[in-house]
């Protein structure tokens, strides 16, 4: 059998399946060419020169060299974005993780109606964070939010604002982190359940030496998937943060007011494309290590 | 056998009634703590914007409608820029969605079932995508999109993100399970690629299919830098980013926000109590992947 496929395969030749696989690639490789790869060297093109504004008169760009990479990202803009992102990512992956273990321990359990209590807690799964971020403001809106007398929450002061942007976000991602959590609850195999349950074993002794590292791969990946949504995170802050509080970094590239030159913003893109390869790297390693994988 | 160590004895039972008591309370105080924020946009979004400020000028707690105005709705639904938004949010997503499936099929196919030179490589091209999400890339493709002329049109909105590493991904490892035998026997029997992949491998991995499928419109919908920023024309703008231009309005004008928040969700809430598990099992792929 395999013989007489091999046959077949050799005859009708690697050379007409070459065809055909560049065909089927034809489609993502021109995608990722143009939307993926081209955009990086024009990154660094357009972080290395200014462009002229008579460029429609046939003027030429203007280099202005690898100083400006440098410039801006030892700069004020970056620097201030880059904290307030990494406060904001400290804020929403810690308590975003706890919350999608307490809902998932807590709707792990076979009662009645407890699919409900599993819907529920999965239902914001179905919003967008622009939806959250409309939804925040019934509590946020300084003038007719349900909170806008707690000034721990202000949207009105840099500090403030942040934490309330991070509720909104932590809220969102509720739904995903409770999803992500149970089904690794549920993989548990049964055997381990009753195991740890004879021995004897308190209920927060069993959490901690055999709940969380049978599940630490999925709280893994949930920790990246959130550390990445947390340093990408810009709908937030566009609606319910005024301009001028906390701006994260994705804030000062996108620049909605327009006040810094393309130049800038590219050389900030690029550093937010550095912070991109070190958590992957970080991602990778850890990968690698492996928390505890329950051979 | 394993013995139930409760069942036996009173003092078990009792201990266990008081525990399904307790699980009831935390459930439902966490689901209120869920739900709490959609309540109140409810309750803002069906109140009267100035009398619901002045009932909490005058001390009122807020929590309940002022006015029942369910109207709101079908005015939100009557406003152009609104129904506009969301026929182009649907017609982007759709586009996205159709765009991405296909191409991580293809694609999908070429890395599990087809051999080729640079294999390796092209498939560390399609992988290293990851590495260059749209928020890295952003300035230099609003700069593309408007060398090409696709600024405020669909082809800006949707072509972008027609490839998604992801998908590629997913698709290959569900046409790898099929067993080599079937492909084998298939050629035999004078199917081509294109015939196999569609007649066989496609119909066998319906559920993975299915499960991107809805991953991807999940994405697609949601979508808000590219479309924030790839177009700046009303005409232009998906659900999302009128979403903003509605929340910014005004505080007299908010409950049309609330409203419009409400409404943007539908589509996805539909979804996700039709296709809840075919969703999970989108949303834990990667986790189960590791």
Known sequence: MSARTERVTKRSGRGTESVLAAAFLAPVVIIFAVFAYYPLGRLVYLSLYRRNANQFLGGADEWIGFSNIVDTLTGEAF??????????????????????VLLASAADRKLKGIRIFQTIFSSTVASSVAVASVVFLTLLQPETGLWRDVEWLSLNRPNSALLAVSLSAVWQNAGLTFVIVLAALQAIPEEIREATMLDGYGAMRRFWRVTVPLISPALLFLAIVLVVNALQAYAQFDILSPTDQAQPLLYKIAD???????????????????????????????????????? | MATEPLAAGSPGRARRTVGTIGSYALLTVLSMMILFPIYTTIVRAISKPIPYLQSLQGGGSGLWPVGWDWGVFGRVLNEDDFTRALLLSAVIAILIVAGQTFTSIVAGYAFACLDFPFKRTVFAVVVGTLLLPVEVTLIANIETVRDLSWFNSWQGLAVPFMAWAFGIFLIRQAFMGIPKDLQDAALLDGYSHFRFLFRVAVPISRPIIGSFVLISFLGAWNQYLWPRFAADRQEWQTIQVALRTLATREVNNLNFAFAAAILASIPLVVLLIAFQRQIIRGLTAGAVKG
Do not use: C
């Open chain 1, 256 to 295: 909605p007011e327009g006040i810094s030159t393309l130049s800038s913003r590219a050389a900030l893109s690029l550093g937010l494309f550095a912070l991109t390869l070190v958590v992957s790297f970080t991602q990778f390693t850890l990968l690698e290590k492996r928390v505890h994988y329950g051979d």
């Open chain 1, 79 to 100: 620097r201030s974005g880059l904290w307030v992102s990494v406060k904001f990512t400290l804020l929403t992956v810690p308590l975003g993780l706890l919350l999608g």
